[in-house]
């Protein structure tokens, strides 16, 4: 999610970008002129500007010089009216982004140029940290149990050449941490590292976030795009959920990775992929390729070097230094800095069973940190599935049953309070969808 201020002296345009945006899940401030929004962009740090050129009070070029100065951080996209792109180009000289023109063709076309804001933004602050330290990344991906020991080990050889990597393992398992480890030990270190999730788009989106796409080549395509592999130049692209691909892509995925050349979507023009492949599946693609849905040769091409990501129940040790590490990026997020984890806390984790993996955890400590009114977690805040060997009779009897629902009821409830009633802040610390929340407060009949 993305904190986004829209400023707009139509009221019409200014309503429906808010509620596209927000309906993408973005947190959305909208300001009726240049004045307005100058005055947010005093009290408030946005991810993205969206602004029109001609507004009353402070035009828009004022604000983007104002945006550009003060927050540079801040990728800006600027709306103009037919016959005034020269003001939109203009803009771009001052650093904006690139510009919509009106009017706007669909949603498609502003929910796909605000992603490619968003991704230039977050590639940028990558490229500007400092290198992460080799320990650093032993740390995320290990805390000395041996099932990690070869992983780790095999990691870090293959890290030394360019060979494509293939992760297998359970949906959380941490396939992207292992991902990023390669890349921070590797030659390609200083380049990109740029990620896609093949199963989070549409065939039509997925193919144009791979290779880009030229102006007109589908309905919303106003200008000519870069795609992520141009993006990733010179780094490692990390494909996630590779076996969610349709067959037809994958041929195309097949010819970039054997040829290291592609085209853009609607476009004749080769281009180079100078790029470290590593990809990442929870299928059984040898299943997948049996049952016609994956390519056997695009297999072969991806599998050079196969990881075996090991699920968390297989490496018990890791559990509560993981948790531990876990709960300080929590604690950081909702606001509840020196939130520790008590005897009984700990037990509870160390005999789960975690089916869904690390992410299984971390969701589980974000509750517990929504949960614990003081500083310290204990039993009673996790919210987890049946402990490993637990019967449905542990249960004493005659006390009475807590459900589900009530914890679910309960967390909810805590998270309004704490953030004094803004569903949308509540949602976002509950990591769920807003939509989502105002289903469940209308089942548990919360205000």
Not at 50 to 55: C, H, Y
């Amino acid at each position: 999610m993305a904190r986004i201020l829209v400023a707009d002296d139509e009221e019409g345009l200014r309503s429906f970008l808010a509620e596209v945006l927000t309906d993408e899940g973005h947190d959305v401030a909208a300001a009726a002129d240049g004045l307005q929004a100058a005055a947010l962009l005093d009290v408030g740090d946005y991810h993205l500007l969206l602004t029109d050129l001609k507004m009353p009070g402070l035009d828009g070029m004022s604000l983007v010089r104002k945006a550009r100065a003060e927050q540079p951080e801040m990728e800006v996209v600027v709306m103009t009216a037919h016959g005034t792109v020269a003001g939109a180009v203009e803009a771009m000289k001052l650093g904006a982004f690139d510009y919509l023109q009106k009017p706007l063709s669909s949603p498609a076309e502003l929910r796909l140029l605000v992603e490619r804001a968003l991704e230039r933004r977050r590639l940028l602050k990558t490229a500007a940290r400092v290198e992460i330290a080799q320990g650093e990344a032993d740390d995320a991906l290990s805390f000395g149990d041996p099932a990690m020991e070869p992983v780790v080990d095999a990691l870090r050889k293959v890290a030394r050449t360019d060979a494509t990597v293939l992760l297998v393992g359970e949906s959380g398992v941490g396939k992207e941490v292992a991902a990023r480890a390669l890349h921070q030990w590797s030659r390609r270190a200083d380049g990109p590292f740029v990620a896609i999730n093949a199963a989070a788009l549409t065939d039509t989106l997925l193919e144009s976030e791979l290779f880009g796409h030229e102006k007109g080549a589908f309905t919303g395509a106003t200008a000519r795009r870069q795609g992520r592999l141009e993006l990733a130049e010179g780094g490692t692209f990390f494909l996630d959920e590779v076996g969610e691909m349709k067959v037809e892509l994958q041929a195309k995925l097949l010819r970039v990775i054997q040829e290291r050349r592609f085209e853009r979507v609607g476009g004749s023009r080769t281009l180079t992929a100078d790029v470290r492949w590593v990809a990442a599946t929870n299928r059984d693609l040898q299943a997948e390729i049996a049952a016609g849905r994956f390519r056997e040769d695009l297999y072969h091409r991806l599998a050079v070097f196969p990881v075996r990501m090991p699920p968390l129940r297989e490496r018990p040790r890791d559990v509560l230094p993981l948790a531990e590490r876990l709960l300080a990026e929590v604690a950081r997020e909702v606001g509840r800095p020196g939130l520790r984890l008590d005897a009984e806390a700990k037990a509870a984790l160390a005999g789960h069973g975690w089916p869904g993996n690390v992410r299984e955890l971390r969701n589980a400590l974000e509750r517990a940190a929504i949960l614990a009114d003081e500083s310290v977690i204990s039993g009673e805040h996790l919210i987890l599935g049946m402990p490993v060997g637990a019967t449905a009779n542990a249960h004493p009897a005659g006390a009475p049953l807590v459900t589900m629902a009530d914890h679910e009821r309960e967390a909810i409830r805590q998270a309004l309070a704490a953030c004094s009633g803004n569903r949308r802040a509540a949602a976002e610390r509950l990591d769920i969808g807003e939509r989502t929340l105002y289903d469940k407060l209308k089942v548990y009949g919360l205000s």
